[in-house]
């Protein structure tokens, strides 16, 4: 799987959009674009996936660029709740063949959100 | 709740002490996983599990044993383990079919002592 460069960190104001940047600069062309966030102590939580089309689901949107090497996740209104390690992980559409299949996350070290008041 | 439950959620044992992990899920998915996050460092996976059968072992020490008995549950049996292995071991489950996300349990917090 390709692999992804996130800035460590990041601040944000509460009520603001939070823009998460992710490059995926080896991507290939049946690897996707996945997004998933950490609350302190809690396991990962799903957001957000998408292959080439941006995405928009009721907790974020996707913004992929048209050359697939680069992703922003956007949290349109932030709130204090949202403060998380957030991982942009890029993996391969699982091999259905067989009749087994499953797909592998590989986690890096992911961006630190921060919404303040 | 996220559909995947693991217990306990906190576990201190001995060096010397054996327990289980307890991983379950009930929502149809046909792929289990082992995670271990420790301190400062990024989630690593241990074990994959599809359709029950052990598909991946990513060189873990033996003193780790997993267990799928079902489709619905996951055990992680630990034994003489190390105070290096302090950590939060999470499970997650998916369905990958249709290429949906993980959902991870909580995590069970262990340390050894």
């Known amino acids: 799987d390709a692999k992804t460069t996130q800035p460590p960190s990041m601040d944000c104001a509460e009520g603001r959009a939070a823009n998460l940047p992710c490059n995926h600069s080896?991507?290939?062309?049946?690897?996707?674009v996945y997004w998933y966030r950490q609350i302190h102590s809690q396991g990962p939580q799903y957001i957000i996936h998408?292959?080439?089309n941006n995405e928009t689901n009721e907790m974020a949107s996707l913004i992929i660029t048209e050359d697939r090497k680069s992703s922003t996740l956007i949290l349109p209104h932030a709130t204090l709740r949202d403060t998380a390690v957030y991982y942009c992980?890029?993996?391969?559409?699982?091999?259905?063949?067989?009749?087994?299949?499953?797909?592998?996350?590989?986690f890096g070290q992911g961006t630190i959100l921060t919404v303040h008041p | 709740e996220t559909g995947v439950t693991q217990t306990p959620r906190h576990l201190v044992m001995g060096m010397t002490n054996k327990k289980s992990l307890k991983c379950e899920q009930h929502?149809?998915?046909?792929?289990m996983y082992w995670y271990k996050q420790s301190a400062k460092k990024p989630l690593e996976l241990m074990f994959v599990?599809?359709?029950?059968?052990?598909?991946e072992n990513n060189s873990v020490p033996s003193r780790f044993s997993p267990e799928c008995p079902n489709s619905s549950h996951l055990f992680l049996h630990l034994h003489t383990l190390q105070p290096e292995d302090s950590a939060l071991y999470l499970c997650?489950?998916?369905?990958?079919?249709?290429?949906?996300?993980?959902?991870f349990g909580s995590g069970t917090r262990l340390t050894v002592v």
């Open positions: 080896t991507i290939s062309g049946n690897e996707y």
């Open positions: 997650a489950s998916s369905q990958d079919r249709v290429g949906n996300g993980y959902t």
């Open positions: 992980i890029v993996r391969d559409r699982p091999n259905n063949a067989g009749g087994t299949s499953y797909g592998k996350l590989t």
């Open positions: 998408g292959l080439k």
């Open positions: 929502l149809g998915h046909n792929a």
């Open positions: 599990y599809s359709l029950e059968e052990r598909v």
